[in-house]
């Protein structure tokens, strides 16, 4: 498959995109708020995931939810250094990984910083990984800006270079730049400049529109057109896309952003006194809690087991779906699940990928990969995770602890029960690495932050000593020492 189909013409025809063209000639999506260049994105991004590999450099954190349902990897920025991201960039071209790069939890400055050291990470690769790698930039005016804001002119300048390089010498190192953009007139001509296709949307600003007409060899009367345009239809030309201008409008798309439209809502009449208390409430300061989420695992490893699957596969799968229950000796699953917790690098691993370890691991000892449901595997997991074998984390005492966890968000019911754990036998508080690992991440900061939330939460209480930490775990009267 070369090409893609991005959308339907005026007459309901198909429009296609070359991908290999556009492999070759980059692309430019300009249009105001509104217009629909994320979902054009979205859409370009959906129907190409499984044909080349995508980097995504996501300023909103819209895109993460593109990454969970195709497997990309997502980086958070926040966690990680300038030389992190560079050395990232350079091994994603390695491993041919796809990946969102994502930038909404940190503020203009790291931004830059951050994207132009993973783009220059990428674009350093050394020659034997320069395989082809569609790079997409939305808002890529924030990072090729014409002139200064309110960051420091080596952010700018390091951001502004790596944009360079991706639309101006990219091309023979395999990148290909697709880049958006709310106003043309805000991004740097040389970056523009490079792309041979463009796909033109709903567009107010005179400037703007002299930008595209001039970029697009019309009369500015032309692209007076743009004007008209609906919300999802742009204006298609370049040689992966139409030799003459040509419309359409942008396809459905398989993922949902975060971000909704506006929608109105009746407004319910309230007294402004009473008002007066709902607004001006004294606040409790919650801390934001970091989204974490894992995604369903990726049939890929085992589909392929499957196809050497014999009859006495399917058979052993039809009982296990018929019956439910193939009984199993209860300390091989736990130890199964304790190997596969205490493989290497295991607890910054998704929950997905363990899960298929296991599921692997259980079909080498003759048992169906259905053996232990998702949420069953992660139960044990946890608990070998936390030092605990079966007898313990099935007595009553362990049980209460775990139906405290379990009225938490999924992500922190690790940190919560490491701690009741270590309260349970009066250990002292662990230390933040383990904290760290327990969440799956390498950031101390933000594992500590998983303290407050819990305590906010009133499942813990912290007393800070000094520099030891003695945590109580609410409702079971446990404390560490
Ligand atoms: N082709 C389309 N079909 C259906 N809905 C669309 C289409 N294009 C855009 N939308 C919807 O319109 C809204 C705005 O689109 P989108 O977020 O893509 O705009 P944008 O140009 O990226 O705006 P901004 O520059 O503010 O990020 C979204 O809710 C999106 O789902
Ligand atoms: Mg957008």
Redesign the pocket.
Known sequence: MTSIIL?QGRDGSSIELDLPELLATRLLVQ?????????????LLEQTANVVQQVMIDP?G?FVTLAEHYGHLVIDVEDQSEASLRAAGERVRAHRASVVLNLEHVEAEMQLRAAGAFLNGMFEAPRAHWYPVLVVV??AQLFAPVAGGDTTDEARRLSLGAMTNLMCRGRKRGLAGVI?T?RLAKLAKNVAAEASNFLM?RTFLDIDMARAADLLGMERRTAESFRDLA???FMALGPALSRRPKLV?????ETA?H???PILVPLEPVPAEELRDIILEPIAELSPRPRRENRPPPPDLLAQLDAYGTNRDAAEISTATATTTIEADPDTLWSLVSEVASGDDADYKPLATLYQDFQLRARILGLPRTILDLPSFQRILINSRVGLDRSRAETEEWQQAEHVAHTLPEDVRGVFLLLARHAWDALPCPDDDALARAYGTHSLGRARRQLNYLEEREVIVLQQTSSQRRVAIVGIGWSTT
């Open positions: 959308g249009g105001n708020s509104g217009s629909g260049k994320s979902h054009l994105l979205r859409r909103e819209d939305d808002e958006a709310q949307g919300r999802g239809q409008a942008i396809g459905s798309v952003s971000a909704t439209g």
